[in-house]
């Protein structure tokens, strides 16, 4: 039997924004059913993903998925698994704004357990509460895992990764990382590698505005100005401070 005690994990939490609504809107709408399924079988692709990239680093996270919901977990929690999961955070949501859907999350390292299909403790109870306070779409990095990440890191690495919005939240920058990730993978794909799929020859920034858009635009969001705010923060972006 399992070690039945809490071992240091890094969990991520996250949340693709506006799935409740569009449950309700998908009423005698497959047009709407079969977006929502494009999505969720595209997040759980990369989710998947992950377990079976030729890589140790890749190997040790493990990647659960419940609706849209979901949690990714570490039991190791080394810089090169902490680069990894911000790299993975960063590219799935570049994959998924091409299905006009966004996601909020939280990071943290801390206590954990799972065995199987089971995992509970005060790690991904303190990342379901940060993940609330990101407020509008982003990834919050808890000081836990923003620690371990900018250990005897260059500042200027550190500051092409991570932001630190006014309310002290210090969060990823996903388009800034994505699009190095995706402009290599798209050298890469030039080059003949078989294993870059034809999604890496995206225009990220057009996609970005273009999901945004069609966001603010909805109905939900023209009749309720805390849905609007969100989107409005996610456009204009926060002036970045130092650490």
Not at 108 to 133: R, S
Request: hydrophobic share 45%; aromatic share 12%; with cysteine.
């Amino acid at each position: 039997m399992k070690d039945q005690t809490y071992k240091e994990y890094v969990v991520v939490f996250l949340d693709i924004l506006g799935f409740s609504d569009k449950i309700t809107s998908t009423i005698n709408d497959p047009t709407e059913i079969k977006r929502i399924l494009d999505m969720l079988e595209k997040s759980k692709q990369w989710v998947s993903f992950i377990s079976k990239r030729d890589s140790d680093v890749a190997q040790s996270i493990i990647g659960r998925m419940f609706s849209d919901t979901i949690v990714l977990s570490c039991a190791d929690t080394g810089i090169e698994q902490m680069k990894f999961i911000f790299s993975f955070l960063s590219l799935f949501q570049a994959t998924i704004v091409q299905e006009g859907y966004f996601f909020r999350g939280a990071a943290v390292v801390g206590d954990h357990f799972e065995e199987g299909e089971i995992m509970f403790g005060p790690a991904i109870l303190q990342a379901y509460e940060i993940e609330k306070l990101a407020v509008w779409p982003r990834v919050v990095i808890d000081q836990s895992a923003f620690r371990r990440t900018v250990m005897k890191r260059p500042e200027s690495l550190v500051s092409n990764v991570f932001l630190r919005s006014e309310d002290g939240l210090v969060y990823l920058d996903y388009l800034c990382t994505a699009f190095v990730g995706l402009t290599t993978s798209k050298w890469l794909r030039e080059l003949g590698n078989p294993l870059i799929p034809d999604s890496v020859a995206v225009d990220l920034f057009a996609l970005h505005k273009s999901a945004i858009l069609q966001a603010v635009n909805t109905t939900k969001a023209q009749s309720d100005i805390r849905v609007l705010t969100k989107y409005h923060r996610l456009a204009a972006g926060v002036p970045q401070q130092g650490y």
